[in-house]
């Protein structure tokens, strides 16, 4: 069974633009669908008895975030209460 998921607003509206910017740029829909996919690549690293290690970019360690990514992004987040709660999304180029 996986863990309870949580996009927190900010991380949201993250996904949000960049399905606006794959929209505008692509056919009718096509932003929908990737956003889809986003949040489906989200679900899968909401496994129960995972123990991500704590993102290595120094700012996001300060957090204690660990880390995944889809495409080009990093997704931020914590485990905590059998819930996965994503705080951050940023682009990879951004981290360095």
């Known amino acids: 069974m996986a863990l309870k998921l949580k996009i927190l607003p900010k991380a949201m509206q993250v ?3 960049i399905a606006d910017f794959v929209e ?40 204690q975030y660990s880390c995944s990514h889809f495409n080009d992004w990093v997704i931020a987040f914590r485990i905590e209460n059998e819930t996965l709660t ?11």
């Not at 692509?26 to 690293?45: H, M, Q």
């Not at 994503?86 to 360095?96: D, Q």
């Open 86 to 96: 994503v705080y951050e999304i940023i682009h990879g180029s951004l981290l360095f």
């Open 24 to 63: 505008s740029k692509n056919t009718p829909g096509s932003g929908a669908r990737y956003a889809l996919k986003f949040k489906s690549a989200i679900e899968k690293i909401a496994l129960p008895d995972v123990q991500y290690p704590i993102c290595n970019h120094p700012v996001l360690a300060a957090y």
């Open 15 to 17: 996904i949000d633009a």
